[in-house]
């Protein structure tokens, strides 16, 4: 399929004009207008993007299990309290700057393509990560140590304002409609084996260097070998991310655009929410998707961060367990969760996402502040039913919104508004849970506020999927259907008159030809 081949009634937003033959509002669906993109294909796109998500996670994984310690590297000399609290506001900053990477990278993703954004942002975000492990410690320059912290994790950042976003649209484009939920979940599979590594290599790394030098080794120079292993793993991570192809949706949307730009009414595609805009046309045509997805973000993410990045400073500072243990307790339990995403991405292709969401939501009331009271007994074993009961509603909540929430917008500017909604959510909500839940306890004395908070954002996430749109087993809004095989395709077209989920008016139909679309299959 080729926008070179587009059809005379195709405005240059994909919208077919009202002398279009109509199927649900438009000329009628052929064979060869739907995307076929093969199983192979689809692992070898998902797992370039994985990749990027892993060294994301894998850096959190590292700066929250060594917060503790870099409160000592880095604020040495000031109270411990408020140590802790300069060094996780480390954290926050970064997610404060990722509006500005999203306001940024999300629109250039579609105007330039999915793929080169994710090789800069890949490329950053290793970079960034590596050289935190270099930096100099308050006992070489005193205070001013924490200047360049917060100024690398605000490249972080910045890069990681285009990563989620990019990652969630790239797959969700890439994936056949009717197994979106199962193939987009591994995404997030990435994300918390990221985390647990990042986790897993700190335990090693304090094993191994406080038996060699002794107590205080992690404080001297142990906990530079963590972000430094950034190094080898960002280069393989940035190979990867250079052999992946371009989404057949945003190619055919792109090249119809392109192809039709001299006839083009700047007026028209101005009021046209399926064009591509700029941040205020996304605002002025998306506002409305915009919110939900950021109340859904906002719930996943404030469960999420407390469950991985602000739960090892929980465990060691108001449990009372050591950072070895926290690592032994938090790993087993995101690996067992991260197997279970697929799971429920598969769930989702078959009963609809918004059912899964809303059980996330209930989870969170039902299990959340039993799951705190669980944790402060102290044990290990403990501590490990605690965080598999957190793990629950986290499970429901991520795996398939990467699946779900790019599907709310249109292809043409799909990777802009996800930008904007998943960063102003995540920066505001997500990544101050640990800043604000050590807040609130500090504030209150109340060593249930963590809890309180991540249930206030669940429940204002359940109201919001109540008025969200079903996207299940759908073709996304701007993009023509994908499947598997070419029998698929047949059996799609013949039988489209009774289809509810087949509408034409948003797709870019083109007329049918031969050559292979570069990522896809004929």
Same mark, same amino acid.
């Given at each position: @399929?080729?926008?070179?081949?587009? !059809?005379?009634?195709?405005?240059?937003?994909?919208?077919?004009?009202?002398?279009?033959?109509?199927?649900?509002?438009? =000329?009628?669906?052929?064979?060869?207008? *739907?995307?076929?993109?093969?199983?192979?294909? *689809?692992?070898?796109?998902?797992?370039?993007?994985?990749?990027?998500?892993?060294?994301?996670?894998?850096?959190?994984? +590292?700066?929250?299990?060594?917060?503790?310690? @870099?409160?000592?590297?880095?604020?040495?000399?000031?109270?411990?309290?408020? $140590?802790?609290?300069?060094?996780?506001?480390?954290?926050?900053?970064?997610?404060?700057?990722?509006?500005?990477?999203?306001?940024?990278?999300?629109?250039?993703?579609?105007?330039?393509? =999915?793929?080169?954004? %994710?090789?800069? !942002?890949?490329?950053?975000?290793?970079?960034?990560?590596?050289? +935190?492990?270099?930096?100099?410690?308050?006992?070489?320059?005193?205070?001013?140590?924490?200047?360049?912290?917060?100024?690398?994790?605000?490249?972080?950042?910045?890069?990681?304002?285009?990563?989620?976003?990019?990652?969630? !649209?790239? *797959?969700?484009?890439?994936?056949?409609?009717?197994?979106?939920?199962?193939?987009?979940?591994?995404?997030?599979?990435?994300?918390?084996?990221?985390?647990?590594?990042?986790?897993s290599v700190v335990a090693i790394t304090t094993g191994i260097v406080e038996t060699l030098s002794g107590p205080d080794a992690m404080v001297?120079?142990?906990?530079?070998?963590?972000?430094?292993?950034?190094?080898?793993?960002?280069?393989?991570?940035?190979?990867?991310? %250079?052999?992946?192809?371009?989404?057949?949706?945003?190619? /055919? !949307?792109?090249?119809?655009?392109?192809?039709?730009?001299?006839?083009?009414?700047?007026?028209?595609?101005?009021?046209?929410?399926?064009?591509?805009?700029?941040?205020? $046309? +996304?605002?002025?045509?998306?506002?409305?998707?915009?919110?939900?997805?950021?109340?859904?973000?906002?719930?996943?993410?404030?469960?999420?961060?407390?469950?991985?990045?602000? @739960?090892?400073?929980?465990?060691?500072?108001?449990?009372?367990?050591?950072?070895?243990?926290? &690592? +032994?307790?938090?790993?087993?339990?995101l690996l067992a969760m991260s197997a279970c995403l697929p799971l429920v991405g598969r769930l989702s292709d078959r009963i609809g996402r918004?059912?899964?969401?809303? @059980?996330?939501?209930?989870?969170?009331?039902?299990?959340?502040?039993? &799951?705190?009271?669980?944790?402060?007994?102290?044990?290990?074993?403990?501590?490990?039913?605690?965080?598999?009961?957190?793990? *629950?509603?986290?499970?429901?909540?991520?795996?398939?919104?990467?699946?779900?929430?790019?599907?709310?917008?249109?292809?043409?500017?799909?990777?802009? /508004?996800?930008?904007?909604?998943?960063?102003?959510?995540?920066?505001?909500?997500?990544?101050?849970?640990?800043?604000?839940?050590?807040?609130?306890?500090?504030?209150?004395?109340?060593?249930?506020?963590?809890?309180?908070?991540?249930?206030?954002?669940?429940?204002?996430? $359940?109201?919001?999927?109540?008025?969200? =749109?079903?996207?299940?087993?759908?073709?996304?809004? $701007?993009?023509?259907?994908?499947?598997?095989?070419?029998?698929?395709?047949?059996?799609?077209?013949?039988?489209?008159?009774?289809?509810?989920?087949?509408?034409?008016?948003?797709?870019?139909?083109?007329?049918?030809?031969?050559?292979?679309?570069?990522?896809?299959?004929?």
């Amino acid at each position: @399929m080729s926008s070179e081949h587009m !059809t005379p009634s195709a405005r240059p937003n994909g919208v077919p004009d009202a002398s279009a033959t109509a199927v649900h509002g438009g =000329r009628r669906l052929e064979v060869d207008d *739907v995307l076929v993109v093969r199983t192979g294909k *689809v692992r070898k796109a998902i797992t370039g993007t994985v990749v990027g998500n892993f060294m994301e996670w894998f850096d959190f994984g +590292i700066y929250g299990y060594l917060a503790v310690t @870099m409160t000592a590297v880095f604020t040495a000399g000031m109270d411990e309290t408020l $140590g802790l609290l300069v060094v996780l506001l480390g954290f926050a900053i970064s997610f404060l700057v990722r509006p500005l990477g999203g306001l940024v990278l999300g629109p250039l993703g579609d105007r330039i393509g =999915r793929q080169k954004v %994710l090789f800069f !942002t890949m490329a950053m975000m290793a970079l960034a990560t590596a050289l +935190i492990g270099l930096l100099p410690t308050a006992a070489q320059i005193g205070a001013w140590a924490i200047l360049p912290l917060y100024l690398l994790k605000m490249v972080q950042g910045f890069s990681t304002g285009g990563e989620y976003a990019g990652a969630t !649209t790239y *797959v969700s484009e890439f994936s056949p409609d009717r197994s979106r939920g199962f193939w987009s979940s591994w995404l997030d599979v990435g994300s918390y084996v990221g985390f647990a590594a990042g986790a897993s290599v700190v335990a090693i790394t304090t094993g191994i260097v406080e038996t060699l030098s002794g107590p205080d080794a992690m404080v001297e120079y142990g906990w530079r070998i963590p972000f430094l292993i950034a190094i080898p793993l960002g280069a393989a991570a940035i190979w990867f991310r %250079l052999r992946i192809p371009e989404t057949p949706a945003f190619e /055919a !949307t792109h090249e119809a655009e392109a192809d039709a730009e001299a006839d083009a009414d700047a007026a028209s595609a101005a009021d046209d929410p399926m064009a591509r805009h700029g941040i205020l $046309g +996304i605002l002025k045509h998306h506002w409305r998707a915009i919110l939900i997805a950021m109340a859904v973000v906002a719930a996943t993410n404030t469960a999420g961060y407390a469950l991985t990045s602000y @739960m090892p400073a929980y465990l060691e500072t108001t449990v009372g367990l050591s950072s070895l243990m926290s &690592a +032994i307790a938090t790993v087993p339990v995101l690996l067992a969760m991260s197997a279970c995403l697929p799971l429920v991405g598969r769930l989702s292709d078959r009963i609809g996402r918004k059912p899964v969401y809303l @059980m996330a939501a209930a989870s969170v009331v039902l299990l959340v502040v039993p &799951a705190f009271a669980l944790m402060q007994l102290g044990q290990l074993w403990a501590v490990m039913i605690a965080l598999a009961m957190m793990a *629950v509603p986290v499970a429901l909540w991520i795996g398939c919104s990467a699946a779900t929430l790019p599907a709310l917008f249109p292809t043409a500017s799909r990777f802009g /508004a996800m930008a904007i909604a998943y960063n102003l959510s995540v920066s505001l909500f997500g990544g101050t849970t640990p800043l604000f839940s050590q807040a609130l306890i500090d504030l209150t004395g109340n060593t249930f506020m963590p809890a309180f908070y991540i249930m206030l954002f669940g429940i204002l996430g $359940g109201l919001a999927v109540l008025g969200m =749109r079903e996207t299940a087993k759908a073709p996304l809004i $701007g993009s023509v259907p994908t499947v598997e095989t070419r029998a698929e395709a047949v059996a799609l077209v013949r039988g489209q008159d009774d289809n509810p989920l087949i509408d034409t008016s948003s797709m870019p139909l083109v007329e049918p030809r031969e050559p292979e679309f570069a990522g896809a299959d004929r």
